[in-house]
């Protein structure tokens, strides 16, 4: 029986093409070499330098194993939010947000984000087939430590650019934000999080829009019904 996938587990996007772009070059790359080494050992080839021709074979091994982790490791790079924190998770890195440090959480529209005339423009193209997506920005009382080395493992769209905070980037952000609120509610009522501080993620978000509607945005009475309804539920639930 197959392995059913984790519905606790999101898979973070900016991976699958971050790790992905790299899959058909390593596989061309592996193939060129591994070819060449073959045709030569087998004196099909005459190649002049036998230094290289002992270094085609382990570079094209190497090729090879870069092809297998681009084809996994993108699986590997998810968002779980477990009883007590959150984990991030790449294929060769985790961290983990303790519930403690989160402030509250907020759909954010990832061009809005990360301005892509403010970026280089390496950055600007990785980032264009996602401007237009929502993600979900986790404020923090704090940023986490050794953000240097953070930015080795995490892609720097990981981390908010203006505030203490992440920004988590899957295909269905209302699920993860459903499943995150509800694991975060109930580490809250465990401590006895006071309720006031539980509804700060309703009052920010429309807190943020009514700012983006002084600035000259256009009124979205559906956005306004959605929000008040979630605020109020968030408010006054027992």
């Known amino acids: 029986m197959a392995k ?14 971050l790790i992905g772009r790299q899959r058909i070059h390593s596989l061309l790359l592996s193939v060129i070499l591994l070819g060449l080494w073959y045709g030569v050992n087998i004196d099909a080839l005459n190649w ?6 002992d270094l085609m074979l382990p570079a094209g091994l190497l090729c090879l194993v870069f092809f297998v982790f681009a084809l996994l490791g993108p699986r590997q790079a998810f968002a779980q939010p477990k009883d007590d924190h ?13 519930y403690d440090q989160i402030q509250n959480t907020r759909p954010v529209k990832m061009g809005k984000v990360f301005i ?14 996602y401007l237009g997506h929502t993600g979900l920005s986790i404020d923090l009382i704090e940023r986490p ?16 650019p203006d505030k203490p905070g992440v920004i988590i980037l899957v295909e269905d952000w209302i ?6 609120s509800s694991k975060l509610d109930s580490w809250r009522t465990n401590h006895n999080i006071p309720e006031r501080a539980m509804a700060s993620e309703a009052a920010s978000i429309l807190e943020q829009t009514r700012n983006e509607e002084k600035k000259g945005g256009s009124s979205n009475p559906l956005t306004h019904s959605l929000l008040s309804l979630y605020s109020h539920h968030r408010l006054y639930r027992s």
């Open 116 to 129: 892509p005339t403010r970026l280089r423009a390496g950055r600007r193209h990785f980032l264009s087939k």
């Open 48 to 53: 002049p330098t036998e230094i290289i021709t």
């Open 4 to 17: 059913r996938r984790r519905k606790d587990r999101f898979q973070l996007i900016l991976y699958k093409r």
């Open 145 to 160: 430590r050794f953000m240097s080395w953070l930015l080795v493992f995490f892609h720097p769209f990981t981390f908010s």
């Open 86 to 98: 959150l984990r991030l998770q790449t294929p060769i890195f985790r961290i983990k947000i303790r």
């Open 175 to 180: 699920a993860f934000s459903h499943l995150l």
